[in-house]
């Protein structure tokens, strides 16, 4: 990685996008720490402090901490996530938005300023219910229509000049701009992190007990990144055999290639998705005013929440986290079956005149890639319910309480890769270049 940016600083045009990617990230985090004017940051830090489920600490670290501090960019860029997401879904059940999809360049660009208008409609949305449901209790210095007004401005533009810079790293930096977002954002967070930890199992303690603690917390963490590493760059290749024909005068194809299928194919989504929807009821509650019962309603909100899965002294909480385990593998293979379509690609390998060997063209073909990605999205979710599930563990077993979980390592280390293999190739399209040239 260090040798490939050292090699990437050497080519100026890489550099200038480099630097300019580096200056953007600075503003997001400038950004992040500017107060909302008519909040009362004191009181919402506070009242974060309290809580003691993760309705909220999931939102919380995708903003970096702005969240819980109320600054400028206190919905990050979760609205143009969510955005995405919801117009990627109606692509199917939409048939315009499916035309689009095809129509290439030009469809894309419509999808992409459709995603922009419904990102300011949610974080519209979103900004309303927050200060109406937390303005009237204390976020708010003085709960009136100006302030109310000030504040939902504010956080919607905030989360609109993000959605700007993420596009703007995209076309003048490197990688994707709303991922790299989003991973300062994450990744922000971990100095903290490793406060509490040492503060938690190493402060007070014998020299050979915080030695022990920290080699076990840093081999949790190195085995989890390898892990995720092997996983996002695993993939399962399908030989395809295109047969030979002629074109003229010319004898052409008769070439050998491969359907490259990642073993995650779904990435981080169901991961998403799944949280997203476990926290859904606790945030609803904690906007209502509602948190803090005793009732039957309390403790299925609190078996939705991870932070009280795997606890020895509340086992039945711990039934949360099969449902967990089952909206991942469920989201896996739903996405899967929006983003990767059996029919077409075997439609499209038989116009090309290519086979795979040993399965006919046609149906069999679907057949096949069908049995194939079943396979390969079972292993892909197994693999990620690993990754989610071993900070879980560790936080119920021994309360270790980090910002930076499964979902967060996945998110960190998947950009990186993609961020280093967009320099690679664009390094090597400069080598190329000057080969030409020469």
Same mark, same amino acid.
């Not at 315009?96 to 999809?101: A, K, N, P, T, V």
């Given at each position: ?50 809580? =003691? ?131 300062? =954002? ?187 990605? =079943? ?64």
């Amino acid at each position: 990685m260090f040798k490939t940016l050292r090699n990437a600083f050497k080519i100026e045009d890489i550099r200038k996008k480099l630097i300019f990617t580096f200056l953007m990230l600075i503003v997001v985090r400038f950004g992040s720490q500017l107060p909302i004017p008519g909040v009362n940051r004191e009181y919402f830090a506070a009242w974060f402090a309290q809580q =003691n489920g993760d309705a909220f600490n999931f939102f919380d670290a995708f903003t970096g901490g702005s969240f819980s501090s109320m600054s400028l960019f206190a919905l990050s860029i979760t609205p143009y996530i969510t955005s995405s997401i919801i117009v990627q879904l109606l692509t199917i059940a939409i048939p315009q938005l499916e035309e689009m999809q095809k129509d290439g360049e030009d469809g894309r660009k419509k999808i992409q300023m459709i995603s922009r208008y419904l990102t300011v409609a949610l974080a519209l949305i979103e900004s309303i219910a927050m200060t109406i449901g937390f303005g009237n209790s204390g976020l708010l210095e003085e709960f009136n229509a100006p302030n109310v007004i000030l504040a939902v401005a504010a956080m919607t533009a905030g989360s609109a000049f993000l959605m700007w810079i993420g596009e703007q790293i995209t076309e003048f930096g490197v990688g994707n701009g709303i991922s790299i977002v989003l991973l300062i =954002n994450i990744t922000s967070r971990i100095p903290d992190d490793f406060v509490s930890l040492y503060e938690q199992f190493m402060q007070g303690k014998t020299i050979l007990n915080a030695a022990l603690a920290a080699v076990i917390i840093l081999a949790v963490i190195l085995v989890t990144v390898v892990f995720v590493v092997f996983l996002q760059g695993g993939e399962r290749r399908i030989p395809v055999q295109y047969a030979k024909k002629m074109q003229g005068r010319k004898i052409v194809g008769g070439q050998s290639t491969n359907i490259p299928t990642k073993v995650n194919t779904a990435g981080v989504i169901p991961v998403i998705f799944a949280s997203s929807l476990m926290s859904f009821p606790g945030v609803i509650v904690s906007l209502l005013g509602k948190s803090g019962g005793t009732g039957i309603g309390s403790k299925i909100i609190s078996g939705l929440s991870s932070s009280n899965w795997c606890d020895p002294s509340q086992p039945i909480y711990s039934l949360g986290l099969l449902l967990y385990i089952v909206l991942v593998v469920f989201f896996a293979y739903f996405y899967t079956s929006i983003t990767f379509n059996p029919i077409e690609i075997s439609n499209n390998i038989k116009k090309q005149g290519g086979f795979i060997p040993g399965i006919r063209p046609g149906k069999p073909t679907t057949e096949y890639l069908s049995k194939i990605l =079943n396979y390969i999205v079972f292993v892909g979710a197994v693999g990620l319910i690993i990754v989610c599930v071993i900070p879980i563990f560790f936080n119920g077993m021994f309360g270790a309480d980090v910002s930076f979980g499964g979902t967060s390592i996945i998110i960190i280390v998947g950009v990186v890769l993609e961020t280093l293999k967009q320099i690679e190739s664009q390094m090597m399209v400069r080598y190329y270049k000057g080969f030409l040239n020469d």
